[in-house]
């Protein structure tokens, strides 16, 4: 019997190659799914082998990520790192028409996004006979059918305008697709994303609203700072009889939302400083269209008190870190070599609305903390993106982002951004 053991052995791995050799043929895959950060399977290597990456390995890892949001840039999609229906496009990956439907339809819901025809195959078309009115064409009565085209989608309005966790929320526009709809809220750094959200009349999407998870700094990253800059928070916490640990883990002196009220109302702020706002995205297989202001405010997320230990948290987040860092990068590069580094979000001002964060800036003119509120979208460029962006406009010293501490708020003086990102005057 010992004998047939190298036999067996180079049966398996011959069925083992075959069986490999067959899983990576994928010179004429297709992705049909929405692929991330964590997806497996033959449509993640079918992704690998169209981004012509080193290791086809079927796993979206970081450096999948990576290549995804360089291949999104270069082609003026939205740079998320995900792979939905227009990313699948433009790598040319799209689901193949194996049944008869209309030209770029994939399904019988919906309409074409190359012609417009409904997928369902009835009619949508107007017929005209310009014969009638037009003498250079009555000779021969040429009838014209006339295709209306599917505009990208637009957004109107929301319904709430105000919400917390848990809200449903109804957004009003047009050229919503039946399903597969994404809903996208976002400002500064700040996104939440809410997928495969259908609309029964293509001019209603209905979600219901979680506040986005904001990545901020651990207590590690924080002691990085420059001491100047790390000075101006610490100084007035430990005037205030606080400590770092203020930053860390806001409101955890506080037992519920009656007492954060009251702490704000007794040092000049209010409970409704805490509510982000947000520009509202829809994107489908039409293309992707946004509100044209922050239309929606959403409650940010909020905990108060803390069982762990602060030694015990600061472990707890160096466990952590490495997973988290695959989702929001520890460092967003956003300068050229003349420019700088953007930290990343520090923290949310936790007595007022927005968020800061800290530009090193080479040339030592924009070095300082940068106040981010609620709403900001620049016109040009994105913040958020690593590689090749510059400063841009900023106006100094003209912000305060309003922070917790002991028994009072004290403000970080910081930079404004200007509605133009990536472009000097």
């Not at 490999?20 to 033959?42: M, P, Y």
């Not at 955890?252 to 040092?267: A, G, I, P, S, Y």
């Not at 209010?270 to 992707?288: C, M, P, R, S």
């Not at 909020?302 to 707890?316: A, C, D, P, R, Y």
Request: glycine share 10%; charged share 15%.
């Amino acid at each position: 019997m010992k004998r047939l053991y190298p036999l067996f052995l180079v049966v398996f791995l011959f069925s083992f190659k075959t069986v490999f050799a067959v899983s990576v043929n994928i010179s004429d895959c297709a992705i049909t799914s929405t692929l991330r950060l964590g997806s497996r399977g033959s449509e993640v290597m079918c992704l690998q082998d169209k981004l012509k990456l080193s290791s086809v390995d079927g796993i979206f890892g970081p450096l999948t990520k990576i290549a995804v949001k360089a291949f999104q840039s270069s082609k003026g999609l939205v740079v998320d790192g995900i792979v939905g229906p227009l990313s699948s496009k433009a790598l040319g990956v799209a689901v193949k028409n194996s049944v008869n439907y209309p030209v770029g339809c994939t399904s019988t819901t919906g309409y074409s996004p190359t012609t417009g025809i409904k997928c369902d195959g009835s009619s949508n078309l107007t017929i005209s006979n310009p014969g009638t009115n037009n003498s250079d064409s009555s000779a021969n009565n040429e009838v014209k059918v006339i295709i209306p085209k599917v505009q990208p989608p637009k957004v109107f309005s929301v319904s709430p305008e105000k919400v917390r966790s848990g809200d449903i929320v109804k957004i009003y526009g047009e050229n919503f697709s039946l399903t597969g709809n994404t809903v996208r809220l976002r400002y500064g750094h700040i996104e939440a994303r809410f997928e495969n959200l259908s609309s029964s009349d293509g001019k209603v999407i209905s979600f219901v609203f979680q506040p986005p998870e904001v990545k901020t700094m651990n207590k590690e990253e924080l002691l990085d700072l420059p001491s100047t800059a790390l000075n101006k928070i610490l100084d007035p916490i430990k005037a205030a009889g606080g400590s770092i640990d203020d930053i860390l883990i806001p409101y955890r002196n506080m037992k519920n939302e009656d007492d954060l009220r009251q702490f704000l109302n007794n040092n000049g702020h209010n409970f409704d400083e805490l509510y982000g706002k947000f520009y509202v995205t829809i994107e489908n297989v039409y293309g992707q269209g946004s509100s044209d202001k922050a239309i929606l405010a959403g409650l940010r997320k909020l905990s108060f008190g803390s069982n762990l230990v602060i030694s015990e948290q600061k472990n707890f987040l160096k466990k952590i870190f490495s997973l988290l860092e695959v989702f929001a990068p520890r460092k967003a590069y956003a300068l050229l070599g003349q420019g700088g580094v953007n930290s990343g979000i520090i923290t949310e001002c936790t007595c007022g609305p927005g968020y800061i964060t800290f530009m090193t800036d080479n040339r030592g003119v924009g070095t300082n903390f940068y106040w981010w509120a609620p709403g900001y979208v620049p016109r040009t460029g994105n913040p958020v993106l690593p590689g090749p962006n510059q400063l841009g406009w900023f106006i100094p010293n003209v912000a305060q982002c309003w922070m917790e501490a002991g028994p009072i708020c004290f403000p970080i003086v910081a930079n404004v951004v200007g509605i133009q990102w990536g472009q000097w005057p």
